[in-house]
Nanobody, 124 residues
Framework: QVQLVESGGGLVQAGGSLRLSCAASGRSFYSYAMGWFRQAPGKEREFVAAITWSGEKTYYVDSVKGRFTISRDNAKNTVYLQMNSLKPEDTAVYYC?????????????????WGQGTQVTVSS
């Protein structure tokens, strides 16, 4: 069992930056693949970024490539999402997710554990 708690959301102007954190409790965090998703009002939850258990491989949706960076610190049981050059269309509730496995995963259905989400609002 893994519990996830996101933090770091807030209000930022377009072009600004935020760093989201997701703290995990429970055993064997190092064995979990992690992902970030987001959900805007009236839209389905969508994939943003994923990282393997080792941190060696990452994967991004095209719309955030070159602006967002996912990373993890297994010693701290934490995964991060550094978001730069933010745009109003990045406004959403951001969720982190976890699942056991050696790869990286980009679908909602792939993940077993979810955090409660953190709001990111980008003003124009």
């Amino acid at each position: 069992q893994v519990q996830l708690v996101e933090s770091g959301g807030g209000l930022v102007q377009a072009g600004g930056s935020l760093r989201l954190s997701c703290a995990a409790s429970g055993r064997s965090f190092y064995s979990y693949a992690m992902g970030w998703f987001r959900q805007a009002p009236g839209k389905e939850r969508e994939f943003v970024a994923a990282i393997t258990w080792s941190g060696e491989k990452t994967y991004y949706v095209d719309s955030v490539k070159g602006r967002f960076t996912i990373s993890r610190d297994n010693a701290k049981n934490t995964v991060y999402l550094q978001m730069n050059s933010l745009k109003p269309e990045d406004t959403a509730v951001y969720y982190c997710a976890a699942r056991s496995g050696a790869g990286y995963y980009s679908t909602v259905e792939s993940y077993d554990y979810w955090g409660q989400g953190t709001q990111v609002t980008v003003s124009s």
